[in-house]
């Protein structure tokens, strides 16, 4: 194999969290009376973090006199609702076990709150995955490559032996910021098309086709 390693981003790779993340907006936009958004306006939004995805979603955006409310209750309500609607992806729990029945080492590193990421981590991949990081209060967020590079250290690879996999143009942006080759799947957030444009040089369509690719 070429990679030894596997770090996966984790919503719309992993994960398929849309509707929770919909409906945690949606909720704190309403409890503001403020307009709701609907799924893909949701996930034209997703990739940069929290911060980004309410200041995409409130009318005045980070300047908005209640972005850092909305923003607490969002992230309360999340907390509490991660797994209501989410879901992995098809074939997601067998790539990971197959992955570590071959001795690959794999990581979770995601622009969510880290609590959040954990959360479910703890949820859905404690036995398939070593290690997950999510966003945390002063380290750089993707696309900086600053969690990206700590998983390879923690992990103990080479960048050389390591892929990044996602879903998004953050990703191959953080894979690039980190010296580190990059996967992008097409069953996520952003369409092929999309991840092209964005500088995406290997696609995959399914979970299962990526084994062939490592």
């Known amino acids: 194999m070429k990679y030894d390693t596997v770090i996966f ?11 929770d993340l919909t409906d945690g907006v949606n909720h704190a936009l309403a409890d503001f009376g403020y307009p709701l958004a609907d799924r893909e306006q949701i996930r034209t939004r997703l990739g940069y973090g929290s911060g980004y995805l309410i200041a995409q979603s409130v009318p005045g955006g980070r300047d908005d006199p209640n972005y850092q409310a909305v923003f607490d209750d969002y992230l309360a309500y999340y907390r509490a609702h991660s797994s209501v609607k989410t879901r992995p992806y098809e074939g997601v729990p067998e790539l990971l076990e197959e992955l ?4 690959v080492r794999r ?16 949820r859905w991949f404690a036995s398939s995955v070593d290690y997950a990081v999510g966003e945390r209060s002063g380290i750089r967020r993707k696309p900086a490559p600053d969690s990206l590079l700590e ?3 923690i992990l103990g690879a080479e960048k050389r032996r390591t892929v990044y996999v996602g879903d998004s ?3 191959i942006e953080t894979a690039a910021a980190a010296g ?16 092209v444009r964005s500088g995406a040089v290997t696609l995959v369509e399914r979970a ?4 062939a690719l490592l």
């Open 169 to 171: 143009e953050v990703d």
């Open 180 to 195: 580190v080759d990059c996967i992008s799947c097409t069953w996520g957030f952003r369409s092929a098309e999309q991840l």
């Open 151 to 153: 998983a390879i250290r």
């Open 100 to 103: 570590k029945a071959r001795g």
């Open 9 to 19: 981003d984790l919503d719309g790779t992993l994960l398929d969290t849309l509707d």
């Open 208 to 211: 299962a086709d990526l084994l």
């Open 107 to 122: 990581a979770i590193v995601s622009n969510k709150p880290d609590s959040a990421t954990q959360e479910l981590y703890e």
